[in-house]
C-alpha cells in the first residue's frame, strides 16, 4: 500500500564539485521513516506492558488477601 504523503527529497552533495548533476538519497528518508515508526510502536508497547505490570500488581495484592483470609 502506497502513501498519500509527500516524498521529502534530501539533497546530497555531489563528490566532484564540477559535477552538475543534483543527487537526492530517498533511503535517508526511509530511514528515518522507519526510525520513527519503531519508535511509535516501543512507545505503544511500552503502554501495554506499564498496563499489565499495574494488572498484575493488583492481582497479586488481591491473591495475597484471599490467602491470608481465615
Do not use: W
Not at 564539485?17 to 535517508?28: C, E, G, H, I, N
Amino acid at each position: 500500500m502506497r502513501s498519500n504523503e509527500c516524498v521529502d527529497l534530501i539533497y546530497l552533495q555531489t563528490a566532484a564539485p564540477d559535477a552538475s548533476a543534483k543527487v537526492y538519497d530517498f533511503r535517508m528518508r526511509q530511514t528515518e521513516n522507519r526510525r520513527q515508526r519503531r519508535i511509535r510502536a516501543l512507545e505503544h508497547e511500552n503502554a501495554l506492558l506499564a498496563g499489565v505490570l499495574s494488572e498484575t500488581s493488583s492481582e497479586i495484592a488481591r491473591l495475597r488477601m484471599l490467602l491470608t483470609a481465615p
